[in-house]
């Protein structure tokens, strides 16, 4: 079955620390994959999204992911986390040329301690 | 323009009640989605429109739900006979197409939190 997997579920880090999310699909077709993030009591946003060339793509915010289709892998890392990164962050996945539905992964919520 | 709009932003309700859920998509969004968030389930997709048509139904958990959309725009989620298992935050989220394929990210809205006692 297709699937998103989120190795972390909860991240604690103190500010200026690195960050990387891990985020692995299983899929057989071309995929897009994305990034979202949920700030406390807010919606869901995009962080950023791949959907072809360069798999190093670079979000909002400082963050960037990377794309390594080989490991089926999309991971996200920012060099140095603020408090204000203390979010739920979510990864997806959907199926070029299909309807566009997103599977998500369960989520990682990151808490950074000032 | 405006983002995605849900109403209400909250819905508490009695078990076997019936509950609609509204959602305005970004105008000129021709795809809109529902999704549902839970403890322990995660965000899960729920079904999909491409116009007025729903080619993908098949996240809706049981026959007790049900959507549509009228006029290419608003569409309506509605939960018969609310069972406390149906709690949830419900989110929906719109996106443009060309030629009938997603061409965009999703745009999501605030989401109805419901809460069946």
């Known amino acids: 079955a297709q699937s998103v997997s989120q190795h972390n579920h909860h991240v604690i880090l103190s500010e200026a620390a690195s960050l990387e999310l891990g985020c692995n699909y299983s899929y057989g077709g071309t995929v897009n994959l994305f990034w979202y993030v949920q700030y406390p009591g807010q919606h869901l946003q995009l962080l950023l999204k791949y959907f072809s060339g360069d798999p190093l793509v670079k979000g909002i915010k400082g963050f960037e992911a990377e794309f390594i289709k080989s490991k089926f892998s999309f991971n996200l890392r920012k060099p140095s986390v603020q408090w204000s990164d203390t979010a739920e962050y979510f990864c997806?996945?959907?199926?070029?040329?299909?309807?566009?539905?997103?599977?998500f992964g369960q989520g990682t919520e990151l808490s950074v301690k000032p | 323009g405006a983002g995605v709009s849900q109403s209400p932003s909250n819905k508490v309700t009695e078990k076997g009640k019936d509950v609609e859920l509204r959602c305005d998509p970004i105008?000129?969004?021709?795809?809109l989605y529902w999704y549902r968030q839970s403890l322990g389930q995660g965000l899960e997709f729920l079904i999909y429109?491409?116009?007025?048509?729903?080619?993908?139904k098949s996240g809706l958990p049981s026959d007790r739900f049900s959507a549509e959309r009228t006029g290419g725009s608003v569409s309506t989620l509605t939960i018969q006979r609310t069972q406390q298992e149906d709690s949830a935050v419900y989110l929906c989220a719109s996106t443009r197409t060309s030629g009938g394929r997603v061409t965009d990210t999703q745009y999501f809205g605030p989401g109805t939190r419901l809460t069946v006692l």
């Open positions: 997806a996945v959907n199926l070029k040329g299909e309807g566009g539905k997103l599977i």
């Open positions: 429109f491409q116009g007025n048509s729903a080619p993908d």
């Open positions: 105008s000129g969004h021709t795809a």
